[in-house]
């Protein structure tokens, strides 16, 4: 048994070696960066130690402060969007159709896309007097569309863009849950005279939960680090109305150089995305007692 745990772990060595220096290192060191304060061109050189300046001065950082509620907000529509969407069709598709095989080819197709690349898509759609979006909302609608001018177009529209971009993801999740609960207790409640939405509310949802947790802490991880496709859509504009979290990093790092600064921003938006997924956990197996 000992000598079958050692060949084990021998295998699991150099992953783990490999993890270690992509992922653990890097994570040390950003940790040690958010103490200093450290701007590669400054006339200023080397490393100058802080201590929690820079945390502290997140806390009163407007900018910092705002991104981070617009995060929020992005990361809650996003998600619960999604994973309603994602539940449906999951629904949908264990039903049988014409074209279906079809129907999950092409449904699955935004999860190949490059992020950036969903950016610079949905750029294309939006152009005003190109962008098919923009021509269906304006010219079939007569609605004025215009994501350069409206804070509160940009940001529905990157939450679209976000839907449209993992749904997928969720579907699949939802798909492959759905299909291997045992359908017993769900004939068996049925048969005792339960109500379509009361198999759902006692039975499938609490044996879909661990699935659909794992699906909401990947999806809400996904939306608190969003950068490549609102840079390429809205640039985090127009003002500040789509400049989320991992924006607001990436102009105090690059821009600004301030790498300090930018490490301790890096870590405490991960220190918040562990607590709030905790909080979820908490909240959901509560709600599970009763």
Same mark, same amino acid.
């Given at each position: 048994m000992k000598q079958s745990?050692?060949?084990?772990?021998?295998?699991?060595?150099p992953t783990l070696v490999i993890l270690a220096i992509t992922g653990f290192l890097p994570f040390l060191y950003v940790l040690y960066v958010g103490f200093f304060d450290w701007n590669i061109f400054s006339a200023r050189e080397g490393l100058h130690y802080t201590g929690v300046d820079n945390y502290r001065r997140l806390v009163f950082d407007s900018e910092f402060l705002r991104s981070l509620w617009?995060?929020?907000q992005f990361t809650f529509w996003s998600v619960s969007t999604s994973l309603i969407l994602g539940f449906l069709l999951a629904q949908l598709l264990l039903k049988d159709f014409p074209f279906? !095989?079809?129907? @999950?080819v092409v449904h699955a197709l935004p999860l190949m896309i490059a992020p950036?690349?969903? #950016?610079?898509?949905?750029?294309? &759609?939006?152009?005003?007097?190109? #962008?098919? $979006?923009?021509?269906? $909302? %304006? =010219?079939?609608? #007569?609605? =004025?569309?215009?994501?350069?001018?409206? #804070?509160?177009?940009?940001?529905?529209?990157?939450? $679209? &863009?976000?839907v449209w971009h993992w749904t997928p993801f969720v579907t699949l999740t939802m798909?492959?849950? $759905?299909?291997?609960?045992?359908? %017993?207790? *769900? %004939?068996?409640a049925m048969v005792d005279g339960a109500s379509t939405w009361q198999v759902y509310r006692h039975?499938? /949802?609490?044996? &879909?939960?661990?699935? /659909?947790?794992? !699906?909401?802490?990947? *999806?809400? &991880?996904d939306a608190? @680090?969003?950068?490549? =496709?609102?840079?390429?859509? !809205?640039?985090?504009?127009?003002?500040?109305?789509? *400049?989320?979290i991992g924006l607001h990093i990436f102009r105090v790092v690059f821009p600004k150089t301030d790498y300090g600064y930018g490490s301790a921003t890096s870590l405490l938006t991960l220190y918040f995305t562990i607590v709030f997924c905790w909080l979820l956990f908490v909240a959901i197996s509560s709600f599970q007692k009763k």
């Open positions: 745990q050692g060949l084990g772990w021998a295998f699991l060595t617009y995060t929020i279906k !095989t079809f129907f @999950r950036i690349a969903v #950016g610079a898509l949905w750029r294309l &759609m939006v152009i005003p007097g190109f #962008g098919p $979006l923009w021509y269906g $909302l %304006e =010219e079939g609608l #007569g609605f =004025e569309y215009r994501i350069g001018a409206s #804070g509160t177009q940009a940001f529905v529209t990157t939450v $679209l &863009m976000d798909l492959a849950g $759905l299909s291997s609960i045992p359908q %017993e207790p *769900r %004939e068996a039975i499938t /949802i609490p044996m &879909m939960m661990p699935i /659909i947790l794992t !699906t909401v802490f990947i *999806r809400i &991880m608190l @680090r969003i950068v490549d =496709e609102v840079f390429m859509l !809205t640039g985090g504009g127009p003002g500040d109305a789509t *400049r989320y």
